[in-house]
């Protein structure tokens, strides 16, 4: 089964600035799919961006980017010009390709999380 | 608009009686999912469906139970074999080749 792990349970930032939030998985398996999602203090959880692993570039969406090291299993969550709108608790999620391929079991794995603070 | 509804947003329960709580999607997505998320425990799997009339145990299926008699509909029983049900659960669905999920946002259960 896959795990993924999320080493920073708590992470502060100023305003503005730029923090990166760690995940590593564990898997094996050569082709997957990887998630961040937010959770805010409503605990609506938001899809924040998605990687595939067979594609070597990174994706951006607007101030996120991740850094996604296929080799050491590696997915972090940067961000940048941060804003008081990002505080929130983060998930990195793992997700086999196997499931509509005939076998498997489906669903999403989480990490633990990292709430992140936003300092003005 | 389309998304996904649970109801009730906060539920309590008397310890030995079963709780039902309700998913329903309008985004015509095939599969459907239930979720359990404890404070410092990220969110852990209980069912899943992929079609209508299926589903399959996550990791933590003891002391609940599912249905999925109508693909827009995945109500979650919380038995009172659970012997913590005290938690936040999360309903989401998605579509076969889209490879996130649409969550819902969420039932607050607590027993007393």
């Known amino acids: 089964a896959q795990t993924v792990t999320q080493s920073q349970p708590e992470m502060s930032v100023q305003e503005a600035e730029t923090v990166t939030l760690s995940c590593t998985y564990d898997?094996?398996?050569?082709?997957?799919?990887l998630f961040w999602y937010k959770q805010p203090p409503s605990r609506q959880m938001i899809l924040v961006i998605r990687?595939?692993?067979?594609?070597?570039q990174n994706a951006t969406e607007n101030r996120f980017s991740v850094n996604f090291q296929k080799a050491a299993k590696s997915f972090s969550l940067k961000i940048s010009d941060s804003q008081l709108g990002d505080a929130a608790m983060y998930f990195c999620?793992?997700?086999?390709?196997?499931?509509?391929?005939?076998?498997?079991?489906?669903?999403?794995?989480f990490g633990k999380g990292t709430h992140l603070i936003i300092q003005p | 608009d389309g998304g996904i509804t649970q109801s009730p947003k906060y539920l309590f329960r008397k310890e030995g009686q079963n709780v039902t709580l309700s998913c329903e999607q309008n985004?015509?997505?095939?599969?459907m999912y239930w979720y359990r998320q404890d404070p410092g425990q990220g969110l852990r799997l209980i069912y899943y469906?992929?079609?209508?009339?299926?589903?399959q145990k996550g990791d933590i299926a003891e002391g609940y139970s599912v249905s999925r008699e109508k693909k827009e509909s995945f109500p979650l029983t919380v038995t009172s074999a659970q012997k913590n049900p005290t938690a936040f659960y999360l309903c989401?669905?998605?579509?076969?080749?889209?490879?996130?999920?649409?969550f819902g946002s969420g039932t607050r259960l607590t027993v007393v």
């Open positions: 999620a793992y997700r086999s390709p196997s499931t509509y391929s005939g076998g498997g079991a489906d669903g999403l794995t």
């Open positions: 989401a669905s998605s579509i076969r080749q889209f490879y996130g999920y649409t």
């Open positions: 990687q595939e692993a067979y594609k070597q």
């Open positions: 469906s992929q079609i209508v009339n299926d589903f």
């Open positions: 898997t094996s398996e050569s082709d997957y799919y």
């Open positions: 985004l015509n997505h095939d599969a």
